[in-house]
């Protein structure tokens, strides 16, 4: 399985873009990257997801590198309510397991 | 509304003792699946089910018991046998097994020993 990398924490100030980087560098083809919050004490909530390209949602939007070895979660207009515990998980092709790191634990800031 | 439904919010064991977490959804989802969250830690796979009267053992089976008997509804036992019992338990559910889908989570049962 493809292991994730990720800052165990970053800030950002409210208003601002927050860019959370992933590193997976033994990503493999078939492999989906998956990103999902927590915030204290509830359930993870999914956010986007991606392959190869690029991806937009009403949340967020993921950057994949060309080698697929990173990506960057960007939250465009961080809010007080978007501080959580990020995780950045890639998805074993026909394999129900995903797996959850630590995570970046992003505060946003007033 | 769908949703996954997790009860009870808090549960204590006394030592030795069996206790079983409820998991019910419906999404009408064919994957449910159960992770242990340790405080500051992420998420651990305990068992998973694809579709009804099959699962399999995670990376954190030992301890644990599980059953899938309906769709929508895949309870949890925590046995005797289980050590270190106090933690966060959430319950998760997808469409199918299918790499490309997301999951669906409960708001979890925290779990302490007394």
């Known amino acids: 399985d493809a292991k994730t990398t990720q800052p165990p924490s970053m800030d950002c100030a409210e208003g601002r873009a927050a860019n959370l980087p992933c590193n997976h560098s033994?990503?493999?083809?078939?492999?989906?990257v998956y990103w999902y919050r927590q915030i204290h004490s509830q359930g993870p909530q999914y956010i986007i997801h991606?392959?190869?390209n690029n991806e937009t949602n009403e949340m967020a939007s993921l950057i994949i590198t060309e080698d697929r070895k990173s990506s960057t979660l960007i939250l465009p207009h961080a809010t007080l309510r978007d501080t959580a515990v990020y995780y950045c998980?890639?998805?074993?092709?026909?394999?129900?397991?995903?797996?959850f790191g630590a995570g970046t634990r992003l505060t946003v800031k007033p | 509304d769908g949703g996954i439904t997790q009860s009870p919010k808090y549960l204590f064991r006394k030592e030795g003792q069996n206790v079983t977490l409820s998991c019910e959804q419906n999404?009408?989802?064919?994957?449910m699946y159960w992770y242990r969250q340790d405080p500051g830690q992420g998420l651990r796979l305990i068992y998973y089910?694809?579709?009804?009267?099959?699962?399999q053992k995670g990376d954190i089976a030992e301890g644990y018991s599980v059953s899938r008997e309906k769709k929508e509804s895949f309870p949890l036992t925590v046995t005797s046998a289980q050590k270190n019992p106090t933690a966060f338990y959430l319950c998760?559910?997808?469409?199918?097994?299918?790499?490309?889908?997301?999951?669906?989570f409960g708001s979890g049962t925290q779990l302490s020993v007394l």
């Open positions: 998760a559910s997808s469409i199918d097994h299918r790499v490309s889908e997301k999951l669906f």
């Open positions: 033994t990503i493999s083809g078939n492999e989906y």
């Open positions: 991606g392959l190869k």
């Open positions: 998980i890639v998805r074993v092709y026909n394999n129900n397991d995903m797996r």
């Open positions: 999404l009408n989802h064919d994957a």
């Open positions: 089910s694809q579709i009804v009267n099959d699962f």
